[in-house]
């Protein structure tokens, strides 16, 4: 569609008085880039586009000194960034659209963000889903008046978006915070995070989740395994844990209405140096999981502010749906054709008497997700800073044992998971004299093996449905772990069942 055929779907302006009022601005516009997106900025001669095309790509670059030299000469100025590849075109001196060609323009659109002056040179060229800025003069010598028109491709919604986390942050003592893009979890939840001097907080967008695998009772994936979808869960689950002695963020403020939430910035000093597990952080890790598992969790857990979260429980049926990924979308990505109707009975039948061992066990928080990316070590009191539970539930706490003994993101020696294993089951044994360590286990092989399969099919569906491929890199590693799984005899006949069907052979 032509760039003249198009109306904005939203105008906002926003003024500021000085050059700090344009960062927060680049910040905002920042924080809610995608790649494929286009920028076109409008304004006289000084009026401060390059000021705002600099500031954009330097916040995506995350250095505040990088070099953005105006490409009023070359046109055109590319830079590679952590999330995407930011292109500043400068068209004030472009004799005619034709000369796009010679630039690679079409290219450069379609691949990252673009932010480009001058954008009525290259007429029909210009992408009609945009947004457009128009930059004129304000109140006092520094001041400017931004118009933002939102041209389609999501910008009006994001917009709306951006400006609320800014309030947000605003109303909670954070105005005029620098915001930072942090990387997110194969889920719907994105992240940021907001510094002003040396206080941090991260912002949380949780949007509504949305089905993405109909079974044939029509029930939705997302409700058959119980994943969250309230605030309320995030904040009940960390303040319990928080009344229990664990380390977790504290909220510090929401808007419900847009789905956004402000925690406590734990940092980001992980259990992982360089891509390896630094020993004495995963043996203390194993040793308050352990404490964990002492606890008996509520049935409903109560945030500070009074909301009430009813914990569901990881029944069968959840277990079993998760697993069941495996076969229907990562057997198919490695063998190139859907499981066999006989094959798949097989798969559900053999997880279906394994999983019934834990009918009986579902009275521990299980954190789900306790492995490297969502331990952060703290300097001060408990070493163990938690994030990413909201999906918690009760359960078996050989499930959380299995998830940190077998990580998705980085290889653990052979020595060190037994390492783990020890310091875990001294602990349990102060907490209990009489802990079964062997049926514990011999548990946490059947869950690591559970895990690992709902992985590989978790991501490859993930990658299908969003198009994001970026968890993919860790397929080997994930298959890895979970054929070392396989080999626990109680796993036997699933590991028959593997090698029959040659999948242990495929590359």
Known sequence: MSAAAMSPQLRRTVSVTDEAGTLRLADDIAAIARPGDVIALHGDLGMGKSALARAVVRRLAGNPDLEVPSPTFTLLQSYETARFPVHHFDLYRLADPDELIEIGFSEAVGEGLSLIEWPERAGEELPGERLDIVISEGDGFNGRRFSLEAHSGGWAERLEETFAVRGLLDRAGFAGAERRHLHGDASTRSFERATIGSDAAVVMRWPAWRAFLKRADDDRYEEIVHLADSLSAFSAIADTLRRHGFRSPRVLDRDAERRLMLV????????????????????????RLADLAAITWPEVAVDDAGNRWPMPRYDRRALATEVGLFALWYVPHLTGAPLGADALAEWNDLWDGL???????????????????????????????????????????????????????????????????????????????????????????????????????RFVEYAARTGRTHHLRFLPRVRRNLEKALDDKVLADVKLWYERLGLAARP
């Open 264 to 287: 406590e910035d734990l940092g980001s000093d992980g259990i992982v140096r360089d891509g390896v597990p630094i020993t004495e952080r995963y043996l203390v890790a194993a040793r």
């Open 355 to 457: 999983l019934a061992r834990f009918d009986e066990d579902q009275g521990r928080l299980v954190l789900r997700d306790y492995h490297s990316p969502n331990i952060l070590w703290q300097a001060s009191g408990d070493p163990i800073g938690l994030i990413d539970f909201q999906d918690g539930l009760l359960g078996s706490p050989a499930y959380d044992f299995g998830a940190l003994v077998t990580d998705a993101r980085v290889d653990i020696p052979d020595d060190l998971a037994v390492a783990m294993t020890a310091a875990y089951v001294e602990r349990r044994r102060v907490h209990d004299a009489g802990f079964d360590a062997a049926d514990f286990l011999e548990r946490a092989s059947i869950l690591g093996a559970q895990r690992n399969a709902k992985i590989l099919g």
